[in-house]
């Protein structure tokens, strides 16, 4: 190993809870659009290939603009999305208790991290190669 660098240990991630993950399917079915898809274990949301929203541990993520991730960053307990400390994910911000409460509020905050990841390219599917031959 190059001196210098430190090997940082993964934390073990927890499952998210139960109720968590019923609000987060409950507020994808309303978004026909979106594909649901579990990465690195926890279940998540795409658009057009692009991630718009997932869970993770105990938190509902989604990814926004910059321009909604400005306004959303103001609000009380909302904090950009961290997986790991000194990890920060750039387009994406961690939903706070309140938001979670309110169906609309949660509901027209996905629907901007929808938007967004439908403005972004495409991303081309991986085609599987079979390793055998």
């Known amino acids: 190993m190059p001196e210098g660098r430190k090997i940082v240990p993964v934390p ?6 139960a ?3 019923d609000l987060f399917d409950k507020i994808d079915q ?3 659009e979106s594909e649901m898809r579990k990465m690195f274990g926890f279940p ?6 692009n991630m718009c ?11 926004l603009s910059e321009k909604d991730r400005e306004e959303f960053l103001h609000l009380k307990g ?14 994406y911000v961690v939903v706070p ?3 979670l409460r309110s169906d609309a509020k949660l509901r027209g905050w996905f629907k901007k ?10 991303k081309k599917k991986k085609v599987k190669r079979n390793s055998r031959k």
Do not use: T
């Open 12 to 17: 073990k991630w927890r499952p998210p809870p």
């Open 44 to 49: 998540c949301c795409f658009v057009n290939g």
């Open 78 to 91: 909302a904090k950009p999305f961290e997986p790991m400390p000194g990890r920060v994910m750039s387009e």
């Open 53 to 63: 929203a997932g869970l993770h541990q105990e938190n509902f993520i989604l990814r």
């Open 97 to 99: 208790h309140d938001i």
């Open 19 to 21: 109720e968590l993950v």
């Open 113 to 122: 991290a929808c938007a967004y990841a439908r403005s972004l390219p495409p």
């Open 30 to 32: 309303s978004f026909p």
